[in-house]
């Protein structure tokens, strides 16, 4: 039976002894789990942690920003990287999905490396790893390991010769979550959907551009905060809004008009190896619909994913 408390005593106790006097440097991504890494790295080796969290552009609205603060909040020793401009000029132009992974994968390593650099000593690098990504970068047959170029597993360059700790390995992802609430994080934070690594680029269907994900980011904003606000967001495995890569008529006033259309996507999950659409009431997907039309400039058109996994994904790439 897993105990919280017992876990977080042991482990500090555990990074104490392993790490020293030691510089440790993360990166954070916002989500539960390198959050939870670092908060307990924190609290065994105070200052001694770097973290490092960059923006690759394709965050949801607004979200650097304000997860910097939070994270500023929490005492932790950190570093807000702006580099979204430089992964936007490497995505132009690129369309084929596993392309635009591997780029930011790529790019997310320059950057992290090069911000690893300036800090003088560094021997670890964390990693929030938990115990299914163990699993899933071990598995031959794991489907998103193979169909997907995930990168949050030992994506690091082996050239940064730097020890690894990942001090959630063996955890699944609800203790996480009650090890991050005995460690006092912030409910909120801890009841986050995930969000994939790639971000944005990957429900931006066709290429990217400022543009595109500015409209992105408003329409997903949009759902989001409906969702907030009718009190279903905890309620959703996982939501999101896609900017599909076709134009369809509308009319506005005696005008007819010619622009994009966006699908929203919400699903019921565990572990996001098997998904359900949820059936969200029809009030709010009219009211979130009409938000979005009248919010959004460029988006004539809002439909609704109906589909489950299998044999659809919850990513539409
Ligand atoms: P799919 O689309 O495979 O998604 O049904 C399952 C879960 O994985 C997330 N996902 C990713 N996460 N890098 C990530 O870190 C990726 O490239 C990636 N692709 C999908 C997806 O958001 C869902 O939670």
């Not at 500090?12 to 670092?38: Q, R």
């Not at 905060?225 to 939501?239: F, H, I, M, P, R």
């Not at 005008?255 to 996507?265: M, Q």
């Amino acid at each position: 039976n897993f105990t919280p408390n017992a876990f977080v005593d042991e482990m500090v106790s555990e990074l104490k002894e392993k790490l020293g006097n030691d510089k440790v440097v993360l990166g954070l991504s916002g989500g539960v789990d390198s959050t939870v890494a670092a908060v307990l790295l924190n609290k065994a080796i105070g200052q001694n942690l770097y973290c490092i969290f960059v923006n690759n552009g394709l965050l949801r609205k607004n979200e650097f920003q304000s997860v910097l603060d939070q994270y500023k909040g929490m005492g932790l020793n950190v570093k807000g990287v702006d580099a979204g401009d430089r992964f936007l000029g490497e995505l132009a132009g690129i369309s084929d999905p596993e392309t635009k992974r591997k780029t930011i994968g790529r790019v997310f390593i320059e950057v992290f490396d090069d911000e690893s650099h300036l800090l003088e000593d560094v021997k670890w690098l964390a990693q929030g790893t938990i115990y299914p990504d163990v699993i899933e970068s071990v598995s031959v047959k794991g489907p998103s390991a193979t169909i997907k170029s995930h990168h949050n597993v030992g994506g690091l360059p082996d050239y940064m010769k730097l020890k690894i700790v990942e001090p959630l390995r063996m955890l699944f992802k609800d203790e996480v979550r009650r090890v991050g609430a005995t460690l006092g994080i912030d409910p909120e934070l801890l009841g986050r959907h995930p969000f994939p690594g790639p971000g944005l680029s990957i429900r931006i269907l066709g290429d990217i551009t400022p543009e595109k994900v500015q409209i992105l980011q408003d329409v997903d904003s949009v759902f989001i905060e409906g969702l907030k606000s009718w009190g279903l967001y905890d309620k959703v495995w996982q939501a999101g809004a896609i900017l599909l890569p076709v134009n369809s008529v509308g009319v506005m006033g005696d005008e007819r008009t010619y622009e994009k259309v966006v699908a929203l996507r919400a699903v019921e999950s565990t572990d996001g190896m098997t998904a359900d659409w949820v059936h969200l009431p029809y009030d709010f997907l009219m009211k979130v619909s009409n938000d979005i039309i009248n919010k959004v400039k460029g988006v004539n058109r809002v439909v609704y994913d109906i589909s489950s996994k299998p044999p659809a994904t919850i990513e539409w790439e």
